[in-house]
């Protein structure tokens, strides 16, 4: 555990199991979810087009998430799974021409935000070359807005509007803003409009249906918009990102690649068939439980007031739960007493992510498809000609650090 005074008053970071495990379990935490609150302050920035799920906390979080939580279901996600791998298909002949080697650069945001936009979503399909030019009434593409969503909301955070308007990179994030603004009220109003909308189950349908004044309690149309915005702009971030650090790593290490490629091909030989196979602030004192390397446990006194948070990387690094946590292992996690209670990739208790099966059915429809059909390599360039395998990892594992959404 680490604790810091400085900014805002104390701060408590757990790397420790068993003290996450308490404090997300209402077991053992007498009103869990009253007694850890989420530091809503911290994400106004968020709220940049209206209050949404990721921003909100007590009854207004719990009528947003009986809201989208139907596009959530197992019969949503085959469609997904449907979507992934005819999106993926279309990536193969309409961009690769089905050659049989191809050089990427930079295309992992291009590949994942068709997915993303797939059924459970929006409705909205993007083909791979529908959205090289700037629909009328549009001078930036709906993909181009997107991909810099998180920028924007940096940009506008840190910048006064007269100091946006003299810079020409920062108007530009203006006008993403504004770009987005339109996109998301034509896709609302398409919605609403809709002979089919309410029969269907994706998040903008069942959005713009609650927003009906005839609903108890209705949304609002800034909640519409900002959750509409927060589903829109969040999901291609971690889906983008997680496949790009997957490829990257399968690349560097080619046995853990054919295994992986061995065992899609045990479980799908064709690739396509679908199968079933397939921080919070301490609002009251209290106490947590933490542990040791003995297995001991003992209790530790958290003020009231005190911001407790989860370090996650220090968590899913920690020796104590992980044998050699820097080495790429995926075969860990096959382990029966693999620790569960160490890994919080998707978070943790209530307000962990609703999306997570969404996220890991396209990323897996995007892997089977990929390593079904080709082999990832390092390109070779010459500059990097005699390189050591450590000097080549941490070349291509270097990270530009800058903001996102998730």
Known sequence: MLISIWPGGVQLLIADATAIKTARSSQEVALARTRFLKPVELYEVVNLHGNNLLTAEGDDW????KVVSPAFSERNNRLVWDEAIEVTSQLFSDVWKNQDQVTVENCLKDLTLPLTLALKAFGKKITWNEERTCPPGHVMT???VLEVSADVIIVRAAFPQFIRKLVPSLRKMDTAYDELQLYMKELIRARSESADAVERHDLLS????????????????????????????????TTAQTLCFAFALLA?????QEAVYQE???????ATSLTSEIPK??????VLTTGNMAGETKKIPVPKGT???FDIPGIHYNPRYWKDPLEFKPSRFLEPDWPRDAFIAFSVGHRSCIGRRFFEIEAIAVMVMLLSRYKITIKE???????????????ILACTMGGTLT
């Open 62 to 65: 719990k009528r947003y998430k």
């Open 142 to 144: 709906f993909k181009h």
């Open 206 to 237: 069942l959005l713009v249906e609650h927003s009906d004044e005839d609903k108890a309690n209705p949304l609002t149309e800034d909640e519409v918009m900002g959750n509409t915005f927060l589903f829109l702009a969040a999901g291609h971030e």
């Open 252 to 256: 560097l290490h080619p046995d853990e």
């Open 264 to 270: 899609i091909k045990s479980v799908i030989p064709d």
């Open 281 to 286: 602030v301490a609002a009251e004192d209290t």
């Open 307 to 309: 911001r407790v948070s």
């Open 381 to 395: 360039e010459e500059e990097f000609r005699g390189e050591t395998w450590e000097e080549k990892k941490a070349r």
